[in-house]
């Protein structure tokens, strides 16, 4: 799954080459150029093996980089894409995870951030996906087929973008607490968000296609 969201995630900034002084400041740093593939991928590869962190969590943080374009217009580019894909992991951990995940796990795996410039970057974040970390089921799956339609893919340049299957569904509003440090940093709108024994059950829609990746 990590390389098939790289391969995403790459094929979005090779389309989006924007200026850097229409970004949001704190998404965007120093960029080079267009990143290669590998670079992409390795980025990828370092948090991923690092944490241990699992295909539902590719899964989730490709949505949540789909949520910021849909909700903000926020498109991943040269500037962004790694502040942008960090946070998106780092929260889809937080959510996912049986245990607390605090910022201070993940900041060395970004050295250019401090733990202040990451807390600015969680509540930006938030902010503009409008603090819904919501992904229902149904999403979950058609998020994980398409990630995973693009593991063959042989043009990875012509990628236009990740899946886009955000919907604008109404929901009813419960409250997730973010806690840093020992104490409550912001109240998430998590509405409808899949509880725990619902997103095990949507890992039986998943399964066997997931048993067929890792054997290959």
Not at 71 to 79: D, G, P, R
Request: aromatic letters at 10%; glycine letters at 2%.
């Amino acid at each position: 799954m990590v390389k098939c969201i790289s391969k995403g995630v790459f094929g979005v900034v090779w389309n989006h080459d924007i200026d850097k002084s229409d970004q949001v400041e704190s998404f965007v740093e120093d960029s080079p150029g267009c990143p290669s593939y590998e670079t992409v991928h390795n980025f990828f590869t370092k948090i991923f093996t690092s944490k241990n962190l699992s295909a539902e969590c590719a899964v989730t943080a490709a949505a949540y980089v789909d949520r910021l374009d849909y909700v903000s217009n926020i498109k991943l580019n040269h500037f962004n894409w790694r502040r942008v894909c960090f946070i998106c992991i780092l929260e889809a951990d937080k959510v996912l995870r049986d245990k607390l995940v605090w910022n201070e796990d993940y900041k060395d795996l970004l050295p250019a951030i401090d733990l202040f410039e990451l807390r600015k970057l969680e509540r930006n974040f938030l902010k503009y996906i409008q603090f819904n970390l919501t992904l229902t089921q149904s999403d979950y799956a058609r998020y994980y087929f398409d990630l995973l339609s693009l593991r063959d893919s042989s043009d990875i340049q012509t990628q236009q973008q990740l899946p886009t299957l955000t919907t604008n569904e109404e929901m009813t509003t419960t409250t997730t607490t973010i806690m840093e440090g020992g104490s409550e940093v912001l109240s998430v709108n998590n509405s409808n968000t899949t509880p725990k024994s619902a997103r095990k059950a949507s890992w039986l829609v998943v399964q066997e296609a997931e048993k067929k990746e890792e054997n290959k």
